[in-house]
């Protein structure tokens, strides 16, 4: 079986290919995004999705919107590429990892010397590095995560952090690849996650793919599986983690949070740690961005609310470090207290907003 690329270049590195998830399950189909403005409208569309995905998406997508203008000078080529980053760090403002992967490439053209056409060729590199590194950290997750699980186990999982949501074999459902491959039997139940339906749509799909068995259950009847004994452990995935361990993630991430501790069952966020966001103190300090009303009042193309009625359409909630028993990464795992203050990888600092670039 073919391995999900989520995300990765086209054959010249001038466009960003994509496997367009506004089409899954129904279709599978790649896209190129050939100009920011495609970069931006997939992101905005949630045709790539996910908090890795996304930040791959923002550096590709930078070298991207400069590819053209290799003829400026060097003033002008690196002002451009600052307001395409501030562009595309604004398209979705929660998951740190796009904020933190559009600076890395902003940071490696400022330093890199020559003309135009050799920063951006610097660029794509670091683009291709922040890809490739997130394949080896999904797949540490995984190993870090597997001793979690015994044979057996239900795993109760939200939204999708899976391959589709990153460069490698995903976040939340690596140490359940894992665990396949080595021979444990591991069951899943995928909340719908409404309202763009990731769990549903995706989730079902990539494990199913797999061959990992999985059951669909509505958000709202998590409750009643955690008290009938069906649920072993929740594992989600997280968009950004701050300095005392407060995690956001997709909306309705917070109420699975509370019945698990009312249950008594541990609750696991994995992510990789270009996810940290150390330079927020707490969960409240974490942006949300709030999308269209209108998802929320239909159900795909179809009105399904009363004429008239008005939503709120939240994308992600914080979930409160209190409720975490512990947090998967790909430098091993934390349990709390938390207190997340070092640097990312290869030391690169996290940046918290556009108005950091
Ligand atoms: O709105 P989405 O689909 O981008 O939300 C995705 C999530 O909430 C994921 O759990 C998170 O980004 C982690 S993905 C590895």
């Known amino acids: 079986m073919q391995p999900i690329q989520a995300i990765r270049w086209d054959a010249d590195q001038r466009s960003v290919r994509i496997i367009d998830q506004r089409r899954l399950p129904g279709e599978f189909v790649e896209r190129d995004l050939a100009t920011l403005e495609d970069v931006r409208e997939a992101i905005r569309t949630l045709a790539v999705r996910g908090a890795p995905a996304l930040g791959i998406a923002g550096a590709m997508g930078v070298c991207v919107a400069l590819a053209p203008h290799v003829a400026l000078d ?35 053209g400022a330093r890199t010397p020559g003309p135009p056409a050799s920063i951006l060729d610097a660029m794509r590199a670091e683009a291709s590095a922040i890809l490739a590194e997130d394949q080896v950290m999904c797949r540490r997750i995984g190993e870090a995560g597997v001793p979690l699980l015994r044979d057996g186990a239900s795993v109760l999982t939200h939204c999708n952090a899976g391959a589709l949501a990153t460069g490698g074999i995903g976040t939340a459902l690596a140490p359940i690849y894992v665990a396949a491959e080595h021979g444990l039997r591991v069951t899943v139940l995928a909340t719908e996650t409404r309202p763009l339906l990731q769990g549903s749509r995706l989730t079902a799909w990539e494990l199913g793919r797999a061959g990992i068995e999985t059951t669909i259950i509505t958000d709202s009847s998590a409750a009643a599986r955690m008290r009938a004994g069906d649920v072993d452990l929740c594992l989600v995935g ?38 940290i966001d150390p330079s927020l103190p707490a969960g409240e300090a974490i942006a949300i961005e709030e999308r269209d009303p209108g998802e929320v009042l239909s159900l795909g193309e179809v009105r399904v609310a009363a004429h008239g009625a008005r939503a709120r359409n939240p994308a992600f909630d914080v979930t409160p470090a209190e409720l975490i028993s512990a947090i998967i990464t790909d430098q091993g795992i934390f349990r709390p207290p938390y207190a997340f203050t070092v640097k990312g990888p290869e030391g690169h600092s996290f940046v918290a907003s556009a108005s950091d670039l």
Do not use: E
């Open 74 to 108: 060097r003033h002008a080529f690196l002002a451009m590429a600052r307001s395409a980053a501030t562009d595309l760090v604004a398209t979705r403002p929660t998951a740190v990892n796009l904020a933190w992967a559009v600076q890395r490439v902003l940071r490696t």
């Open 238 to 275: 997280a968009d950004r983690i701050v300095a005392n361990g407060d995690c956001a993630n997709k909306i309705g991430t917070y109420a699975l949070a509370v019945l698990a501790h009312h249950h008594g069952i541990p609750f696991y966020v994995a992510a990789p740690t270009s996810t």
